[in-house]
């Protein structure tokens, strides 16, 4: 079963836009990466962030994550036609002695028109 | 340095048959795993191999098996092909089993007639 639950579903937006994703998940976790992929080729590492941080940055790419509220936001500034693929936020669900895998959501396919 | 290789690319084969798929891991990796994306979906956890262990396993029947080699690289073995099995099936590796960013190879895309 998948943890994570992307939103919206379907994004389109103008390039020079920024573009806002959003993944919620359901239990406790050691650490959430969100990765992108092209035309359902392989998938692209952008980011992790741990559970004991807030927020990270990575060229464009702002993520930001609520513990509490157990959601992450993905925001890509400035967007460009070359973003347009489908981006997934990933959760390692901490369990004791620890956990190997990685739980996807469904994913955001985000449009960037020229 | 090659990034994660994954062979064949594509692969048609009929119900009721076998198939194998290889993967080798990026330069330094020593963790291999292995997903199932079914079109329009995230890619599901299938199993991690560690020190040619299998180290955990996700919702899928025993028709899956895999082996990892002395060298890291894998393979993902399917028995008993049902149509659902059409996917695409995506490595990635990793340097330990816990917790790391993992690099995807671009996948075999297999389809079950």
């Known amino acids: 079963s998948q943890q994570g639950e992307e939103d919206p579903q379907a994004l389109s937006i103008q390039e020079g836009e920024n573009a806002t994703m959003n993944c919620s998940y359901k239990t406790s976790i050691n650490n959430l990466q969100w990765y992108r992929q092209n035309s359902g080729r392989g998938l692209v590492h952008l980011i992790l962030i741990r559970s004991n941080e807030r927020e990270k940055h990575s060229g464009r790419l702002r993520v930001t994550l609520d513990t509490s509220k157990k959601s992450s936001s993905l925001l890509i500034t400035a967007s460009r036609a070359a973003d347009t693929a489908s981006y997934f936020c990933?959760?390692?669900?901490?369990?004791?002695?620890?956990?190997?895998?990685?739980?996807f959501g469904k994913g955001t396919k985000l449009t960037v028109n020229p | 340095d090659a990034g994660v290789t994954q062979s064949p690319t594509h692969l048609i084969k009929t119900r009721g048959q076998q198939v194998t798929l290889r993967c080798s891991p990026k330069?330094?990796?020593?963790?291999v795993s292995w997903y199932q994306q079914a079109l329009g979906q995230g890619p599901q956890f299938i199993f991690q191999y560690y020190e040619e262990e299998e180290r955990q396993r996700g919702n899928f029947p025993d028709r899956f098996s895999g082996h990892q080699f002395p060298n890291y690289s894998s393979e993902l073995n399917v028995n008993a092909l049902l149509l659902g099995d059409s996917a695409l099936y995506l490595c990635a590796s990793s340097f330990g089993p816990l917790y790391n960013e993992q690099f995807f190879g671009p996948g075999t895309r297999l389809t079950v007639l």
């Open positions: 330069s330094g990796h020593d963790t």
């Open positions: 990933a959760t390692a669900p901490w369990i004791q002695g620890g956990s190997e895998k990685l739980v």
